[in-house]
């Protein structure tokens, strides 16, 4: 069974930075991409960033310059490095992983493991 944890989040004034982590327990099958996601209450959950098994990495155009998406294969981690933080950002943050296409997708229905969250507060 595939456990995801995340860890990492906080409080930041506007223009701070953060870098959450993402740590893959249980089955150590191949994954194919590890997503991150973001949601507020009341609205859809969006989609930050996002990585392939063989290493391409698509960002939302909302995060593009200040977000990055890197992984640490020794230790089963994924991390989104977040700067230049906006207040708009505060949401709770997800990863995802999807073990069956390694398309980097910033789709949600694509990922069929998900984290517990971690919460992200920016404020102004």
């Known amino acids: 069974q595939v456990q995801l944890v995340e860890s990492g989040g906080g409080s930041v004034e506007a223009g701070g930075s953060l870098r959450l982590s993402c740590t893959v327990f249980?089955?150590?099958?191949?994954?194919?991409?590890m997503g991150w996601f973001r949601q507020v209450p009341g609205k859809e959950r969006e989609g930050v960033a996002a990585?392939?098994?063989?290493?391409?990495?698509r960002l939302a155009d909302s995060v593009e310059g200040r977000f990055t998406i890197s992984r640490d294969s020794a230790k089963n981690t994924v991390y989104l490095q977040m700067n230049s933080l906006k207040p708009e950002e505060t949401a709770m943050y997800y990863c995802a992983l999807d073990p069956l296409r390694a398309t980097a997708s910033l789709r949600s229905p694509n990922y069929n493991h998900w984290g517990q969250g971690t919460q992200v507060t920016v404020s102004s």
């Open positions: 249980g089955n150590t099958a191949p994954w194919y991409s």
């Open positions: 990585m392939s098994s063989d290493g391409r990495t």
